[in-house]
């Protein structure tokens, strides 16, 4: 992380596109800020784009803006986020998800500092500095023919890669210390202690979900505590070696059996184990499962159940909808 430090404050100092690799939740919006923060665009806009939770018409238009007309619902002239990212930078997260005719307009953006909006024949010239990010190693998907490869060397003039969490236990007190002032601070609690074994137990663990995970199982053990010392009984059963989290109904574990026997007598399967599309509907139940007790903990609040889910809010939002679970609770 020392070394992730003192590249971001060089590069910060430049124009240079950058590439941020690292696994889900290790903190590439966050460095992705301090490129922003530490460069002379720090007066400008930071615009960031999830190009994994629109489709390709929606991210197009999201990123390069449309005029009215162009399509089905274009009510009015739109300004993209290209465009409102001018003298500042553009954060385009999970970029492994565009199109390859997306990925075309990209290279000419980050070639030309040029495009047209959706509909459109007049040219909108732009000085956005990109940073984009990947969970995937880029490489991989050059040679699965996902990615463009010129695409990926107009991005990658320098990289950054985050390492994941388990691969940096020692930053784990400091972590946990950041969170808990973090979080007493909002929630009005005084948890300044930690117990040895509790902390031991974290740096035991192996953090599948990185900085994330530890970020909102601190925030549970603020809220949950009744003292001042964070304890191993506020820590996950995960945390401290026990079975992972499961979707439940009722008392009763939702394994695969129960879930099949279920969907047979709920008509919506049939009773062939063999059927196509039993094992997505299967996963859908737990999905649709979990979200709704996550929406329930969380008081219907979908910034905060995302980031329990470790999704973003979009994808919630989306998922809420397919789903029937829509509620009229706050959105943040």
């Given at each position: 992380m020392s070394e992730v430090y003192r590249v971001t404050r060089q590069v910060a100092k430049s124009n240079a596109s950058v590439l941020l690799l690292g696994e889900t939740g290790t903190g590439k919006e966050l460095i992705a800020k301090?490129?922003?923060q530490l460069s002379p665009r720090s007066s400008g806009p930071f615009v960031r784009v999830n190009c994994g939770a629109?489709?390709?018409?929606?991210l197009e238009s999201e990123?390069?803006?449309?005029v009215r007309g162009s399509f089905t619902g274009a009510v009015a002239n739109r300004t993209g986020r290209f465009e409102a990212a001018h003298t500042?930078?553009?954060f385009l997260d999970e970029i492994n998800s565009t199109t390859p005719k997306l990925q075309v307009k990209l290279l000419r953006v980050l070639q030309e500092r040029e495009f047209e909006r959706v509909g459109d024949t007049q040219t909108i010239r732009v000085d956005t500095r990109v940073i984009a990010a990947s969970n995937r190693e880029l490489?991989?998907?050059v040679e699965k023919d996902h990615f463009r490869e010129d695409l990926y060397y107009r991005l990658n003039v320098v990289q950054i890669t985050l390492p994941p969490l388990r691969q940096r236990r020692e930053d784990i007190p400091e972590l946990v210390g950041h969170f808990l002032n973090i979080y007493n601070e909002e929630n009005d609690r005084y948890v300044v202690?930690?117990?040895?074994?509790?902390l031991d137990a974290l740096q035991d663990y192996h953090w599948p979900?990185?900085?994330r995970e530890l970020q909102n199982y601190i925030e549970r053990a603020v809220v949950m505590a009744t003292g001042d010392e964070l304890t191993c009984d506020l820590l996950p059963p995960a945390v401290l070696g026990g079975a992972p989290a499961r979707a439940w109904r009722g008392s009763r574990p939702m394994d695969m059996e129960t879930l099949t026997v279920e969907l047979v007598q709920q008509g919506l399967a049939a009773a062939s184990p063999q059927e196509d599309n039993l094992h997505m509907k299967i996963v859908n139940r737990v999905e649709r499962e979990l979200i709704a007790q996550v929406m329930q903990a969380c008081d219907s609040v979908q910034t905060k159940a995302a980031g329990k889910l470790g999704i973003n809010r979009n994808?919630?939002?989306k998922k809420l909808k397919e789903y029937g679970l829509e509620s009229d609770g706050p959105a943040e």
């Open positions: 301090a490129v922003h629109l489709t390709e018409s929606l990123l390069f803006g449309h500042g930078t553009i490489l991989d998907e202690h930690i117990d040895r074994k509790a979900g990185n900085v994808t919630l939002h």
